[in-house]
């Protein structure tokens, strides 16, 4: 198996994550006592892993993986593919291995695939709202320390597009930025002679429109704007740049808001709030 995300080490996840839970790595006083002292070191385990709830699973190939890196030899088939929808009750994972390996992995597996299965089940509420309209879910940064890459790749198995990924990768303009340098088109204006190629704007206000774009603003982030704003915005701006609308955004609003015309909505939540999806994992000996 092999698993990859740009700018995700998951050989330093596995590691750290199990370390966090062993009370130090594998081999240098990081141990699961209760495994040790109850389960024979030669016991054999069977385990299924069902989602108990309606879902869309992401992360089944890190929790596989965490169960390899502690028994190479454990034998896994992994039942559905990452960003399906299931139903409540359905087997997702079957493995068979060596009974300590499968405890000790058994919580770090599961508290990931629960987390961005939860995700990407949350981000797929919101999509299919949308669906028709031609607008674009985004998600955010507001996502936890650490966990950036994973969250993200979970809003994409829900079917949302990444936002940026960081400070790095566009310029965002915003309320705090617009304060010091002293207007809207002022902060543009420096981020464009700083070489800047993509600047992203936030406006709260119609009046701020015309100075960001004249001043070399790439996109437009409408803030806080209830729809019959962003109807007028968008035809004010009539195509020069893309349209995202943000702000307040919930399942009951983001339908209005996306016939609005706006290109895409971002919503902070899908990682923020989502809740953990209900995932279990029982064994039986072999």
């Not at 990444?162 to 010091?180: P, Q």
């Not at 902060?187 to 704007?201: D, L, N, P, S, T």
């Not at 109807?231 to 609308?245: F, H, K, N, Q, Y």
């Not at 702000?247 to 895409?264: F, Q």
């Amino acid at each position: 198996m092999t698993f990859t995300l740009n700018r995700f080490d998951l050989t330093a996840f596995l590691q750290s994550t199990l370390a966090e839970d062993l009370g130090g790595p594998l081999g240098e006083g990081g141990k699961d006592v209760t495994s040790e002292a109850v389960i024979p070191a030669d016991a054999i385990f069977s385990g299924v892993m069902d989602s108990r709830v309606d879902a869309v699973i992401a992360g089944l190939p890190i929790a596989e993986a965490f169960f390899r890196y502690l028994d190479p030899d454990v034998e896994i088939e992994v039942l559905v593919a990452e960003g399906e929808a299931v139903a409540a009750g359905t087997d997702i994972m079957r493995l068979k291995g060596k009974g300590r390996a499968m405890l000790t992995a058994e919580r770090s597996a599961l508290n990931t695939v629960q987390h961005l299965t939860g995700i990407a089940t949350m981000t797929n509420d919101y999509v299919r709202r949308i669906e028709g309209t031609g607008c674009i879910l985004l998600d955010t940064r507001k996502t936890i320390p650490g966990l950036r890459v994973l969250e993200k790749y979970a809003t994409r198995m829900g079917g949302a597009q990444n936002h940026r990924m960081g400070l790095w990768d566009a310029a965002m303009i915003k309320d705090n930025h617009v304060a010091v340098a002293g207007s809207v088109d002022e902060a543009v204006r420096r981020a464009k002679e700083a070489g800047v190629e993509k600047i992203i704007c936030e406006v709260d206000r119609i009046d701020q429109i015309e100075p960001a774009l004249a001043a070399g603003a790439t996109n437009l982030l409408l803030d806080n704007m209830e729809p019959a704003t962003l109807r007028g915005a968008v035809t004010l701006i009539g195509g020069r740049v893309p349209v995202e609308a943000s702000g307040g955004v919930t399942l009951e609003t983001i339908r209005e808001k996306a016939e609005t015309g706006v290109d895409y909505i971002s919503v902070g939540r899908l990682t923020q709030s989502a809740p953990a999806a209900d995932i279990g994992l029982d064994f039986a000996p072999v």
